[in-house]
């Protein structure tokens, strides 16, 4: 073999022997590349675990604030009982949210509707919501003379649950029955339930043009009595129950609403001039 084929041969050894070199360090690259990005996303992912991240339960978000769902069930159940107890306005006022607030409106509310006195038996079916940063547990009540009401409990920054006092006797600026035997045309703030009549809506007299008017069923939780209620499709208010009905498809929804007769009323119909807030619980939508 002559000079010149040993160094072609030398030079095709080497250059396979540099390719080999040149492939094995891409791959032990590529390994290292892979292990660090392995590393980075199980921290992550550990990271995600310990923080909670994509956990859309309110339950845990109480948990983290250091109540339990059965603590604040506890709780309720404490004011539930006290508030029961109590014999006074003032002593009453000691278990509700705002109390300075309130008092007044439960002397008002009083004098109109006399306490009746229950005793408790259970708090069933407590639901956590959490609405406009406000933390509320709501359930049905139990008495021991077989009856119940549907209370919503406010948790305070003492880690306290406070009665909604309004929301409990559908506190209203009016007492509803005399609203509708004077037929008020000055009218007031009422908590009402809020039926969409979809099937079969009533139009007549001043509202007899279902173009420029949508009917609703008004009712109050003490009272038998109901209104046939009645929004302007111009006016905000219609637009906002619009809004909150295609969100929650809701038929029937607590409301805060303005309430009045008009001029030389026909029958049992209400203009509805405002609504207030879509739930129960004033400055805040459920």
């Known amino acids: 073999m002559d000079r010149k084929e040993v160094r072609k041969r030398v030079t095709e050894s080497v250059a396979t022997e ?3 070199e040149i492939r094995q360090a891409w791959q032990r690259f590529a390994i290292i590349t892979l292990s660090v990005f392995a590393l980075i996303l199980l921290g992550i992912v550990i990271f995600m675990i310990q923080r909670g991240f994509g956990s859309a339960d309110p339950v845990d978000e109480s948990v983290s604030q250091g109540m339990t769902i059965e603590d604040m069930q506890a709780a309720a159940t404490e004011t539930a009982k006290g508030f029961l107890k109590a014999e006074s306005v003032p002593s009453r006022a000691r278990f509700v949210v705002d109390p ?5 409106l439960m002397e008002r509310h009083y004098q109109r509707r006399p306490w009746t006195e229950k005793r408790f038996k259970d708090f069933l079916a407590p639901q956590l919501h959490v609405a406009s940063d406000r933390e509320f547990l709501m359930g049905k009540v139990l008495f021991e003379d077989g009856t119940d009401a549907f209370w919503v409990f406010e948790k ?7 009665l909604q006092w309004e929301v409990a006797v559908a506190y209203a600026e009016k007492d509803w029955d005399t609203f509708i035997e004077e037929r008020d045309t000055e009218g007031g703030l009422f908590r009402v339930t809020m039926e969409y009549l979809v099937d079969e809506p009533y139009f007549n007299h ?5 173009e420029l008017f ?3 069923m008004l009712r109050v939780p003490y009272s038998e009595k109901y209104l046939y209620g009645y929004l302007d499709k111009e006016s905000q208010a219609y637009k906002s129950f619009v809004a909150v009905r295609l969100l929650s498809n809701l038929v029937s929804m607590p409301v805060i609403a303005k309430l009045r007769f008009p001029q030389n009323a026909h029958g049992e119909q209400v203009l509805i001039e405002d609504i207030k807030a879509f739930s129960w619980v004033e400055g805040v939508d459920m």
Do not use: G, I
């Open 156 to 162: 305070s920054d003492e880690d306290e649950l406070k």
């Open 214 to 216: 949508d009917c609703f």
């Open 206 to 210: 001043d509202f007899r043009d279902d």
């Open 100 to 104: 300075r607030r309130v008092m007044p």
């Open 18 to 20: 540099t390719q080999d």
